[in-house]
């Protein structure tokens, strides 16, 4: 955040941003539910350099085209990332190796910094999107809408969604993982995996385990969520059924998720940490369909993801209920929330 002066929609409080209608409800909050990637995992050295790295691998070893550079930076993929219907990592890999068979039939050209110099550009794409706020299917929608019926065939042809995560698998879990994570050996790269590049952005000692409930609602797997778990030094305030990953059919901004956890874990009231847009629609859809005896679950918006390097301008537009620098000042701002309701519950005539 800059040194604007303050949002009048929010209340501060220390480092942490409230809007002043939460605060009443604030004391009720019994249960946390995290997202991990750029929340509880830095991953820009990881996922997200896999996700351009997997874009590249396909085309020349699976496509069979030269390997003449990159074809997707980071920051591209961050793009979509901040535009709504693009949480799944996976997907967006797929997306853009679509974008570039599509240039390719548009162009003829195979090689990756003539086809970068080509429309539809990645950031042009993302920008549709992000007004649409059709996802992934827009892009591909539009994407497709470029090719006559016989490029079309060509470019799908080549497109094979399955193959495009089994090299982002690889490439991310490694040799060392890749059995454990996905149930096979890698096929298309033998390397070491970037996971090893993750990094832990919470710490464990903000993270009282007697003060509340702990859940996870992650785009992830299960298994490569419970080893960010474990790299975090934080698995064990976790069981299986406190956590919603990919492998339970649901996928943010589904606040099915949310729903599951808060109801499995007899919540009071909720509140969601995430750090991409799908994360607070998973939050306001609950709330749009909860009744009157469902839990409360409000979302905090963490800064350590791509939305902490925007114009604050455009982080507020979303009007989370929470805004914080990362998960540890949530934390222990959230902590002394905590106590001094227990404090005032003790002294209460």
């Known amino acids: 955040m800059t040194d604007r002066e303050p949002d009048p ?4 409080s220390g480092a942490v941003l409230v809007r002043p209608q939460v605060l ?3 004391a009720s909050i019994d249960t946390v539910i995290f997202d991990i990637d750029g929340v509880v995992m830095d991953v820009t050295q990881s996922i997200r350099t896999v996700g351009c790295d997997a874009v590249r691998v396909y085309l020349t070893q699976l496509a069979g085209w030269p390997d003449t550079g990159a074809f997707v930076e980071p920051e591209e993929i961050e793009l979509y990332k901040l535009a709504d219907g693009f949480n799944d990592d996976w997907e967006i890999a797929g997306i853009n190796v679509l974008t570039y068979l599509v240039k390719s039939e548009l ?11 080509t429309t539809p ?6 920008a549709n999107a992000r007004r649409s706020r059709g996802g992934v299917p827009f892009v591909r929608q539009t994407l ?5 019926g016989a490029a079309r065939e060509r470019a799908l042809g080549l497109w094979d969604c399955r193959k495009i995560v089994q090299v982002f698998q690889e490439l991310y879990a490694g040799e060392d993982h890749c059995f454990a994570f996905y149930g096979y050996h890698p096929q298309y790269v033998h390397v070491a ?9 919470i710490r464990r000692e903000s993270i009282p385990p007697a003060i509340g409930k702990f859940g996870v609602y992650s785009g992830r797997t299960w298994e490569e969520t419970r080893a960010a778990l474990e790299m975090a030094g934080i698995a064990d305030l976790f069981t299986r059924e406190r956590v919603i990953v990919v492998d339970d059919k649901l996928l943010k901004p589904d606040p099915g ?6 109801q499995r874990m007899e919540s009071a009231a909720a509140i969601y940490i995430g750090d991409m847009p799908d994360d607070r629609e998973a939050a306001r859809r609950y709330r749009a369909a909860k009744s009157d005896t469902d839990a409360e679950v409000f979302d905090c918006l963490v800064l ?20 914080a620098p990362d998960v540890n000042a949530f934390m222990e701002w959230w902590t002394e929330i905590a106590a001094e309701s227990r404090r005032a519950a003790v002294h209460k005539p």
């Open 121 to 126: 550009s990645i950031a042009d794409l993302a």
């Open 257 to 262: 998720g949310l729903a599951a956890l808060v």
């Open 193 to 201: 995996g970037r996971i090893a590049l993750d990094r832990p952005l």
């Open 9 to 12: 929609q929010y209340a501060s």
């Open 24 to 26: 009443p409800h604030l």
């Open 304 to 323: 350590s993801g791509p939305l902490g390097r925007r114009d604050d301008d455009e982080i507020r537009a979303g009007c989370a209920d929470v805004i």
């Open 144 to 148: 497709l809408g470029l090719l006559d």
């Open 107 to 117: 162009t003829g050209s195979t090689d990756a910094a003539a086809l970068r110099q």
